[in-house]
């Protein structure tokens, strides 16, 4: 009797795939997608465009190699190229985007056994690996408003205490100043950030504590000035690390109490890399961090098993 078949778990289906929630990704980093070929033009597009195919290219042949299934059309490489494209700056060298999706996809994740495997993040890993390559070529930013190569980004004037030479408010929050092509505006990201709410692709708790911790360490540590802890969230990457970076699956908590701790240790840590490291920016190390004592954050906050020992 069709009634009594007993099957093995699971019993609760979804029709989420890899592919849906990467497609909910792209259509979510479209904003600022868009606004950065707007503001750098087709520097910006062939960039974005190189990093994507080289990410795509090599997991294709890695998977080749491997005699495994060749899975692209996921969509999980076009994201992690997208990601890494939007942590460069626009004066970033094409090959430059192609050595970071191909350190990102072969070393950072195919090593590790594929999509779910890794444990850090792979667009996040190839950007500290070239920042710390290659110093010079990461440094060359370019300002939307003149197109010319500028080095004061807001978070090298905030380094610097130059508090007083800072962007505007508005200007940091629709992003038409210094920096990576992709993370400068917080409109566009915030957009894209409320998208995957909406879409439930993540939940509130690693973003908002996440940036809510930046604001608040911002706010102590550099004289309780609320404008300048405002402006240190709306620049560099803490809209992109906090909505697209932080809560990746594989590599951040899956519970509620883990995602708590994870959140708040990478935003402190954020702040802390910022105001006494030798970077400007700290979201990148801070979340790669996190990301290592992502197991251990799992072990300790694991909710008990209903009806299992105390």
Same mark, same amino acid.
Request: aromatic share 10%; charged share 10%; glycine share 10%.
């Given at each position: %009797? *069709?009634?009594?078949?007993?099957?093995?778990?699971?019993?609760?289906?979804?029709?989420?795939?890899?592919?849906?929630? %990467?497609? =909910?990704?792209?259509?979510? #980093?479209? !904003?600022?997608?868009?606004?950065?070929? &707007?503001? &750098?033009?087709?520097?910006?597009?062939?960039?974005?465009?190189?990093?994507?195919?080289?990410?795509?290219?090599? *997991?294709?042949?890695?998977?080749?190699?491997?005699? /495994?299934?060749?899975?692209?059309? =996921?969509?999980?490489?076009?994201?992690?190229?997208?990601?890494?494209?939007?942590?460069?700056?626009?004066?970033?060298?094409?090959?430059?985007?192609?050595?970071?999706?191909?350190?990102?996809?072969?070393?950072?994740? /195919?090593?590790?056994?594929?999509?779910? $495997?890794?444990?850090?993040? !792979?667009?996040? +890993?190839?950007?500290?690996?070239?920042?710390?390559?290659?110093?010079?070529?990461?440094?060359?930013?370019?300002?939307?408003?003149?197109?010319?190569?500028?080095?004061?980004?807001?978070?090298?004037?905030?380094? *610097?205490? /130059?508090?007083?030479?800072?962007?505007?408010?508005?200007?940091?929050?629709?992003?038409?100043?210094?920096?990576?092509?992709?993370?400068?505006?917080? @409109? @566009?990201?915030?957009?894209?950030?409320? &998208?995957?709410?909406?879409?439930?692709?993540?939940?509130? *708790?690693? !973003?908002? #504590?996440?940036?809510?911790?930046?604001?608040?360490?911002?706010?102590?540590? &550099?004289?309780? =000035?609320?404008?300048?802890?405002?402006?240190?969230?709306?620049?560099?990457?803490?809209?992109?690390?906090?909505?697209?970076? +932080?809560?990746?699956?594989?590599?951040? !908590?899956?519970?509620?109490?883990?995602?708590?701790?994870?959140?708040?240790?990478?935003? #402190?840590?954020?702040? #802390?890399?910022?105001?006494?490291?030798?970077?400007? $920016?700290?979201? %990148?190390?801070?979340?790669?961090? %996190?990301? @290592?004592?992502?197991?251990?954050? $799992?072990?300790?906050?694991?909710?008990?098993?209903?009806?299992? @020992?105390?």
């Amino acid at each position: %009797m *069709e009634r009594f078949k007993v099957t093995s778990s699971p019993h609760i289906r979804d029709v989420d795939s890899v592919t849906r929630l %990467m497609g =909910d990704v792209l259509l979510a #980093l479209l !904003p600022a997608t868009a606004l950065a070929v &707007y503001l &750098y033009g087709l520097r910006a597009l062939l960039l974005i465009v190189v990093t994507v195919l080289a990410a795509v290219a090599t *997991e294709a042949v890695c998977q080749k190699l491997r005699k /495994q299934t060749i899975t692209i059309n =996921d969509l999980s490489a076009v994201v992690t190229g997208l990601l890494l494209a939007l942590n460069l700056p626009a004066g970033a060298p094409l090959w430059m985007g192609a050595l970071g999706s191909i350190f990102a996809i072969f070393i950072v994740k /195919q090593v590790f056994g594929g999509l779910g $495997e890794n444990f850090m993040n !792979p667009a996040l +890993a190839a950007r500290v690996f070239l920042a710390v390559s290659y110093p010079k070529l990461m440094g060359q930013y370019f300002d939307p408003a003149t197109d010319a190569l500028s080095s004061a980004t807001p978070l090298a004037l905030l380094k *610097e205490g /130059q508090m007083s030479e800072m962007p505007s408010m508005f200007d940091s929050f629709l992003g038409t100043v210094s920096g990576s092509i992709g993370e400068s505006s917080a @409109a @566009a990201l915030l957009i894209g950030g409320l &998208y995957l709410l909406f879409r439930k692709v993540i939940t509130w *708790e690693i !973003p908002v #504590l996440f940036i809510g911790t930046v604001f608040v360490g911002t706010f102590l540590l &550099y004289g309780f =000035d609320a404008q300048v802890a405002l402006l240190a969230i709306l620049s560099g990457g803490v809209f992109l690390g906090g909505f697209f970076m +932080a809560t990746d699956y594989a590599t951040s !908590p899956i519970h509620f109490n883990g995602r708590i701790v994870f959140a708040l240790g990478a935003g #402190l840590l954020t702040v #802390l890399i910022r105001r006494f490291g030798a970077y400007p $920016e700290g979201v %990148m190390f801070a979340i790669l961090l %996190m990301n @290592a004592f992502t197991p251990a954050i $799992e072990k300790f906050t694991a909710p008990k098993i209903f009806g299992g @020992a105390k």
